[in-house]
T-cell receptor, first 114, second 109 residues
Framework: DAGVTQSPTHLIKTRGQHVTLRCSPI?????VSWYQQVLGQGPQFIFQ???????GRGNFPDRFSARQFPNYSSELNVNALLLGDSALYLC?????????????FGNGTRLTVT | GIQVEQSPPDLILQEGANSTLRCNFS?????LQWFHQNPWGQLINLFY???GTKQNGRLSATTVATERYSLLYISSSQTTDSGVYFC???????????FGTGTRLKVLA
């Protein structure tokens, strides 16, 4: 079975632009979460979606938004990019939203903002 | 919020050596996972271990939830074990994993 897939793998954007990152969960997983990992730190929670509804949001500005589609895939959108948004963006999927089953991560999208 | 501390922060081993990584958390947790992040950034599941002991080949993990810590044991280390090891916890009724500070491991040939 395919794991969590993310696209694109790498992306270079300019300050002020917007970006859309995509994620397909493991088949059968209805929960998708997004994490941001800046260099030298652990991943930080951004959003969780379950059954197409937002279930949680981390401490990120409104420039960050996300959605989940009927097939449970998800998009993360970031508007008005700042240099500090440069990071590895990780998508994870799980069977349930409350940590009662393991979290599985994709390989990430490495975003560079110049 | 819950604090998750890992020790040691950095570790250098010769190939074949054994090591123990520790994860302390400041509050009760619903679940805990150990991950290995390889040099290419991939986060790989090692263990899903809210309590008890599990083993997978050269790796094993123990979580003592009542004492708020978890240990990851690596035996006969190999160069491919290099990378950063994270523990991550989720508290009851919540939806987000809180990651620890990480242990950066380098195994020398």
């Amino acid at each position: 079975d395919a794991g969590v897939t993310q696209s694109p793998t790498h992306l270079i954007k300019t300050r002020g632009q917007h970006v859309t990152l995509r994620c397909s969960p493991i088949s059968g997983h209805k929960s998708v979460s997004w994490y941001q990992q800046v260099l030298g730190q652990g991943p930080q929670f951004i959003f969780q979606y379950y059954e197409k509804e937002e279930r949680g949001r981390g401490n990120f500005p409104d420039r960050f938004s996300a959605r989940q589609f009927p097939n449970y895939s998800s998009e993360l959108n970031v508007n008005a990019l700042l240099l500090g948004d440069s990071a590895l963006y990780l998508c994870a999927s799980s069977l349930d939203p409350l940590g009662d089953s393991p979290l599985h991560f994709g390989n990430g999208t490495r975003l560079t903002v110049t | 919020g819950i604090q998750v501390e890992q020790s040691p922060p950095d570790l250098i081993l010769q190939e074949g050596a054994n090591s123990t990584l520790r994860c302390n958390f400041s509050d009760s947790v619903n679940n805990l996972q150990w991950f290995h992040q390889n040099p290419w950034g991939q986060l790989i599941n090692l263990f899903y271990i809210p309590s008890g002991t599990k083993q997978n080949g050269r790796l094993s993990a123990t979580t003592v939830a009542t004492e708020r810590y978890s240990l990851l044991y690596i035996s006969s280390s190999q160069t491919t074990d290099s990378g950063v090891y994270f523990c991550a916890v989720v508290t009851s009724g919540t939806y987000k994993y809180i990651f620890g500070t990480g242990t950066r491991l380098k195994v020398l040939a």
